[in-house]
């Protein structure tokens, strides 16, 4: 009877690195769908690899306390998983960008909008769906 051991993956380090083309995609969705309250200069995009996230993409924001600590202005950071990202097509990972940029507050003061719904406000997910059906009609006009 033949044994196999399956051997233990090392555990990698993530690795990020600054995602010209994400940044790119992003500055265009966002003047597509005229998000002037999001600080272009003060979001910035990187891409990440040999992370055990479930997820494709997430944004990190930096919180008042760190802005008052260094000294600096609300900024963001969008991440995409780069083995999951990757795979979608372009329209999918534009709704992906667009639900990043969903969680940015229209006040951009680095605090995030969370996933669940508070009384009295719209569902989260039917924000970003409206988002990309408007983005949709955007890209079909122009062409």
């Not at 600080?39 to 995009?45: A, G, L, N, Q």
């Amino acid at each position: 009877m033949l044994k196999l051991r399956l051997r233990k993956r090392k555990n990698k380090s993530v690795v990020w690195n600054t995602a010209p083309d994400i940044q790119k995609r992003v500055l265009h969705l966002t003047k597509s769908l005229n998000l002037d309250w999001v600080d272009f200069k003060f979001v910035h995009c990187f891409r990440s690899e040999n992370s055990k996230s479930r997820a494709y993409a997430r944004i990190w924001g930096l919180s008042k306390v760190w802005q008052l600590a260094l000294d600096i202005k609300p900024a963001y950071i969008i991440e995409v998983l780069s083995e999951k990202f990757d795979r979608l097509n372009p329209r999918e990972q534009d709704k992906v960008l667009l639900h990043e940029l969903a969680h940015i507050p229209k006040n951009f003061s680095g605090s995030l909008l969370p996933h669940i719904r508070r009384r009295g406000k719209r569902n989260f997910h039917d924000r970003v769906d409206e988002l990309f059906a408007k983005y949709i009609k955007s890209k079909s006009t122009n062409v």
